[in-house]
């Protein structure tokens, strides 16, 4: 399917845009009818689709767009670059940057008929696209002189017009197709925009880059280091960049600071190993050999032996990295563990030495991330500020944004990795040795990073529960509230995955977003500006606040079921009274005999504490008495039983407490306290027939918090 | 000044005496740091104003004001006899 130049137009419009692209938006762009719009739009969502692509989703509030992967897009754009120029129309950010190289290449004025006559542009287009480009001219600190009659030219030092040579050549000659290149481009049969296509006329069809390739791989070795290929590609252009540039006369001049530091580099002294080896490709300008080396310091390297740097300049560079990983701790208020340092540290010092000297040397690198980094990993990148400050003053050198960004993307690579640490997980399974087996495999083939601690049998895991993991996965439904529990079917199915993957995911958004606080820190700024009567209960309840994961404490009615509810019993003294109500929770697992055994216990060894009022008792023990979770049971009975309290006695309602924490219950207590405080509630509550009556006088109270 | 609440297990019923208490010192503008335990954390801790039921505060030995509660509940009673400590 071929598409018409406008198609292609604006396809890109709706890939790229950063505004929102509607059909009004596309109407007054491309000076159509919205009819016909509408109607390059249907073969547009043909041809998307005829890629096997979800079509374009078209709404109100963020006008049409094309809802694929970032990949896809790019490989979109990547066959529209790739389609015969003739059908290809370039935008005006495009069109500049071909002015420019145009620009660039020229050794004398150009005229304005001269750049549309070569490009294929009409002279009003480049009239406007000149405009632009006096812009960005202006922010490389460059500039345009334009005379009449003769022409336009650019103003800057050889070193900046190789710079954004070079820099834009990588942009639009396409890159990860260049990789692949190892013999004669021409053979490849590639079409590309006559600009570019001119430009490797010029450059790069005179040379045999497979040797250039394996030449570099020499002084890669030499180096003991591995670059990337971006910067394999950068090196190839600088190194022929600079000797076509001699030939021509136009020899670059660094300033005398620069090429002293370069020319103590290892990098300068090994490019001297090959001056008389290859002359073909290296000059004997010392200027020209030091522009080489201090491309090859600057491009991002892949690998590098460790400990190996040259420079006398940089000999503190591992001592500094390892201040801006302290400061990155202290401002994010963690403490990294020796393995994730020493991971840390060894990729930051691969990135740190040619960063310093990108810095040192005024080379801009550009960082697609970059506002992505600043909003969307916002802490990540003012802690790396806060690192780069340090850098700063250590090395007296500016730190510009674009490294800030590379900085806070190594901190939230290792943040993020610490946020996967396994989660331990303990598998509840009746089914026995083989499914078990099955599940874990499944397991970690779908989770990397969980770890099973251990299997259990589901009497064995009502016995022990879940003592060292953090969550319970289970293949048989369990009751169990101190752990999240998931239930998933033996087989593992999508659902469970599903399941499971959300429950990660929530934990991970939990875990960001307590990660800073502490109920210490907490504390200590309410204390500034108030009185805490009571700090140690605070700090218990907010401790229990953040473990909950600001989930809030179970209500009196929620806690509360029929089968815990006991009303118009008979029972022949108070131990007989306080069964009634334990023995319900001890059926429905909620506590052990033990917790039973240790409230008897208490209330004989400590008399009526647990008569609060006239007729009331509230029987508990501790939570490490034996209690499975948090529960509540009501009993009231016929006649009174004596508890041995001097003024309180008979007692006649009795409500057992279990709660697996010292704070958990507080929520239900609380209504509990209000129920009892007013006699008539109580004789209310001794005198109901039914379990909804009791729940009814519990949804009063709790309706009025 | 510290006061501790007191209670049989320190789960229940002095978590809610906790909170009348602070509030009323609030109300009565009285300094302190107040917390909360059971009977036998209380036995060994320090403090100068030990508060509870009645029974429980009679089983507490060793130095500090003791303000029993004949009903731990009742808001009057506790507000009276945080008035009248004397410390």
Same mark, same amino acid.
């Given at each position: 399917?071929?598409?018409?130049?406008?198609?292609?137009?604006?396809?890109?419009?709706?890939?790229?845009?950063?505004?929102?692209?509607?059909?009004?938006?596309?109407?007054?762009?491309?000076?159509?009818?919205?009819?016909?719009?509408?109607?390059?739009?249907?073969?547009?969502?043909?041809?998307?689709?005829?890629?096997?692509?979800?079509?374009?989703?078209?709404?109100?509030?963020?006008?049409?767009?094309?809802?694929?992967?970032?990949?896809?897009?790019?490989?979109?754009?990547?066959?529209? =670059?790739?389609?015969?120029?003739?059908?290809?129309?370039?935008?005006?950010?495009?069109?500049?940057?071909?002015?420019?190289?145009?620009?660039?290449?020229?050794?004398?004025?150009?005229?304005?008929?001269?750049?549309?006559?070569?490009?294929?542009?009409?002279?009003?287009?480049v009239?406007?696209?000149?405009?632009?480009?006096?812009? *960005?001219?202006?922010?490389?600190?460059?500039?345009?002189?334009?005379?009449?009659?003769?022409?336009?030219?650019?103003?800057?030092?050889?070193?900046?017009?190789?710079?954004?040579?070079?820099?834009? *050549?990588?942009?639009?000659?396409?890159?990860?197709?260049?990789?692949?290149?190892?013999?004669?481009?021409?053979?490849?049969?590639?079409? *590309?925009?006559?600009?570019?296509?001119?430009?490797?006329?010029?450059l790069?069809?005179?040379?045999?880059?497979?040797?250039?390739? !394996?030449?570099?791989?020499?002084?890669?070795?030499?180096?003991?280091?591995?670059?990337?290929?971006t910067?394999?590609?950068?090196?190839?252009?600088?190194?022929?960049?600079?000797?076509?540039?001699?030939?021509?006369?136009?020899?670059?001049?660094?300033?005398?600071?620069?090429?002293?530091?370069?020319?103590l580099?290892?990098?300068?002294?090994?490019?001297?190993?090959?001056?008389?080896?290859?002359?073909?490709?290296? !000059?004997?300008?010392?200027?020209?050999?030091? *522009?080489?080396?201090?491309?090859?310091?600057?491009?991002?390297?892949?690998?590098?032996?460790?400990?190996?740097?040259?420079?006398?300049?940089?000999?503190?560079l591992?001592e500094?990295?390892?201040?801006?990983?302290?400061?990155?701790?202290?401002?994010?208020?963690?403490?990294?563990?020796?393995?994730?340092?020493?991971?840390?540290?060894?990729?930051?010092?691969?990135?740190?030495?040619?960063?310093?000297?990108?810095? =040192?040397?005024?080379?801009?690198?550009?960082?697609?991330?970059?506002?992505?980094? #600043?909003? #969307?990993?916002?802490?990540?990148?003012?802690?790396?500020?806060?690192?780069?400050?340090?850098?700063?003053?250590?090395?007296?050198?500016?730190?510009?944004?674009?490294?800030?960004?590379?900085?806070?993307?190594?901190f939230?690579?290792?943040?993020?990795?610490?946020?996967?640490? =396994?989660?331990?997980?303990?598998?509840?399974?009746?089914?026995?040795?083989?499914?078990?087996?099955?599940?874990?495999?499944?397991?970690?083939?779908?989770?990397?990073?969980?770890?099973?601690?251990d299997?259990?049998?589901?009497?064995?895991? !009502?016995?022990?529960?879940a003592?060292?993991?953090?969550?319970?996965?289970?293949?048989?439904?369990?009751?169990?509230?101190?752990?999240?529990?998931?239930?998933?079917?033996?087989?593992?199915?999508?659902d469970?995955?599903?399941?499971?993957?959300?429950?990660?995911?929530?934990?991970?958004?939990?875990?960001?977003?307590?990660?800073?606080?502490?109920?210490?820190?907490?504390?200590?700024?309410?204390?500034?500006?108030?009185?805490?009567?009571?700090?140690?209960?605070?700090?218990r309840?907010?401790?229990?606040?953040?473990?909950?994961?600001?989930?809030?404490?179970?209500?009196?009615?929620?806690?509360?079921?029929?089968?815990?509810v006991?009303?118009?019993?008979?029972?022949?003294?108070?131990?007989?009274?306080?069964?009634?109500?334990?023995?319900?929770?001890?059926?429905?697992?909620?506590?052990?005999?033990?917790?039973?055994?240790?409230?008897?216990?208490n209330?004989?060894?400590?008399?009526?504490?647990?008569?609060?009022?006239?007729?009331?008792?509230?029987?508990?023990?501790?939570p490490?008495?034996?209690?499975?979770?948090?529960?509540?049971?009501f009993?009231?009975?016929?006649?009174?039983?004596?508890?041995?309290?001097?003024?309180?006695?008979?007692?006649?309602?009795?409500?057992?407490?279990?709660?697996?924490?010292?704070?958990?219950?507080?929520?239900?207590?609380?209504?509990?306290?209000?129920?009892?405080?007013?006699?008539?509630?109580?004789?209310?509550?001794?005198?109901?027939?039914?379990?909804?009556?009791?729940?009814?006088?519990?949804?009063?109270?709790?309706?009025?918090? | 000044?510290?006061?501790?609440?007191?209670?049989?297990?320190?789960?229940?019923?002095?978590?809610?005496?906790?909170?009348?208490?602070?509030?009323?010192?609030?109300?009565?503008?009285?300094?302190?740091?107040?917390?909360?335990?059971?009977?036998?954390?209380?036995?060994?801790?320090?403090?100068d104003?030990?508060?509870?039921a009645?029974?429980?505060?009679?089983?507490?030995?060793?130095?500090?004001?003791?303000?029993?509660?004949?009903?731990?509940?009742?808001?009057?009673?506790?507000?009276?006899?945080?008035?009248?400590?004397?410390?």
């Amino acid at each position: 399917m071929i598409l018409k130049e406008r198609y292609i137009n604006i396809m890109k419009e709706i890939l790229q845009s950063t505004e929102k692209v509607d059909t009004a938006y596309l109407k007054t762009k491309f000076k159509v009818s919205e009819r016909t719009i509408r109607n390059d739009l249907k073969e547009i969502d043909q041809y998307i689709q005829s890629k096997k692509l979800p079509g374009l989703t078209r709404s109100k509030k963020t006008g049409i767009r094309l809802d694929v992967t970032d990949i896809i897009k790019e490989q979109l754009l990547e066959d529209l =670059r790739g389609t015969d120029q003739n059908i290809y129309a370039l935008n005006s950010e495009e069109r500049m940057h071909y002015i420019l190289l145009y620009l660039i290449m020229s050794d004398e004025p150009v005229s304005v008929n001269e750049i549309a006559d070569k490009l294929g542009f009409s002279k009003n287009t480049v009239v406007e696209d000149v405009k632009k480009l006096e812009i *960005f001219l202006e922010s490389k600190s460059c500039t345009l002189t334009k005379k009449r009659k003769i022409g336009m030219e650019i103003k800057s030092t050889e070193f900046q017009k190789r710079q954004m040579y070079i820099d834009l *050549f990588i942009k639009h000659f396409n890159i990860g197709k260049w990789a692949i290149i190892s013999g004669n481009l021409k053979e490849l049969g590639m079409k *590309f925009h006559i600009v570019i296509q001119q430009e490797m006329e010029k450059l790069l069809y005179p040379w045999n880059i497979k040797t250039i390739v !394996s030449l570099l791989e020499e002084i890669q070795i030499k180096l003991k280091l591995k670059y990337t290929d971006t910067s394999i590609n950068t090196l190839i252009l600088a190194l022929i960049l600079s000797k076509y540039r001699f030939e021509k006369n136009q020899t670059i001049k660094l300033q005398r600071f620069q090429l002293e530091t370069i020319k103590l580099s290892q990098e300068y002294k090994v490019l001297g190993n090959y001056l008389d080896e290859h002359k073909e490709l290296f !000059s004997e300008n010392e200027h020209e050999r030091a *522009f080489i080396a201090m491309y090859m310091l600057t491009n991002k390297i892949l690998e590098q032996e460790e400990g190996i740097i040259f420079d006398d300049s940089l000999k503190d560079l591992r001592e500094i990295t390892e201040g801006m990983i302290a400061v990155f701790e202290q401002d994010m208020g963690i403490k990294l563990t020796e393995l994730q340092k020493d991971k840390l540290l060894k990729g930051l010092m691969l990135h740190m030495e040619p960063a310093v000297y990108r810095m =040192r040397y005024n080379i801009g690198i550009a960082n697609p991330m970059l506002e992505d980094i #600043k909003t #969307k990993y916002k802490i990540y990148y003012d802690s790396a500020s806060k690192a780069c400050m340090y850098l700063s003053q250590q090395l007296h050198i500016i730190v510009p944004e674009e490294e800030i960004g590379y900085i806070g993307i190594y901190f939230g690579g290792i943040m993020e990795n610490k946020q996967k640490q =396994r989660v331990k997980v303990i598998l509840v399974c009746n089914a026995g040795m083989a499914t078990v087996r099955i599940l874990e495999t499944r397991l970690l083939e779908e989770f990397q990073d969980i770890e099973i601690v251990d299997y259990l049998s589901y009497s064995e895991f !009502s016995k022990n529960g879940a003592q060292n993991a953090e969550i319970v996965i289970s293949t048989v439904k369990i009751d169990y509230s101190s752990k999240p529990t998931i239930v998933v079917n033996p087989l593992i199915d999508d659902d469970d995955v599903n399941k499971l993957k959300k429950y990660f995911a929530q934990r991970a958004l939990q875990k960001t977003y307590h990660k800073k606080y502490s109920a210490d820190q907490i504390i200590e700024i309410v204390e500034k500006y108030s009185t805490i009567h009571a700090k140690n209960p605070l700090k218990r309840e907010l401790e229990s606040l953040f473990g909950n994961h600001g989930k809030t404490d179970k209500k009196l009615s929620q806690l509360l079921f029929a089968e815990h509810v006991k009303l118009n019993q008979n029972a022949n003294d108070w131990i007989d009274a306080v069964k009634l109500g334990t023995k319900q929770l001890i059926k429905s697992k909620h506590i052990e005999q033990s917790y039973e055994d240790a409230v008897i216990e208490n209330i004989k060894r400590l008399k009526a504490y647990v008569v609060l009022k006239p007729y009331v008792a509230l029987p508990h023990a501790k939570p490490e008495d034996g209690v499975n979770k948090l529960g509540i049971s009501f009993v009231t009975l016929k006649k009174g039983v004596s508890f041995g309290h001097e003024k309180h006695d008979p007692v006649r309602l009795i409500i057992v407490l279990a709660s697996e924490n010292p704070t958990s219950h507080l929520r239900a207590l609380n209504t509990v306290i209000k129920l009892i405080k007013n006699s008539e509630t109580i004789d209310r509550l001794i005198n109901s027939k039914t379990y909804s009556e009791i729940i009814a006088e519990i949804k009063t109270i709790e309706e009025d918090d | 000044m510290k006061i501790l609440v007191v209670c049989g297990m320190g789960l229940g019923s002095s978590h809610y005496l906790l909170m009348e208490v602070i509030s009323i010192i609030k109300e009565l503008n009285i300094r302190a740091e107040i917390d909360n335990c059971d009977l036998f954390t209380a036995q060994n801790a320090e403090a100068d104003v030990f508060i509870g039921a009645d029974y429980i505060i009679n089983m507490l030995d060793g130095a500090g004001v003791k303000i029993g509660l004949d009903d731990i509940l009742d808001e009057k009673e506790l507000r009276d006899k945080l008035k009248q400590m004397e410390v």
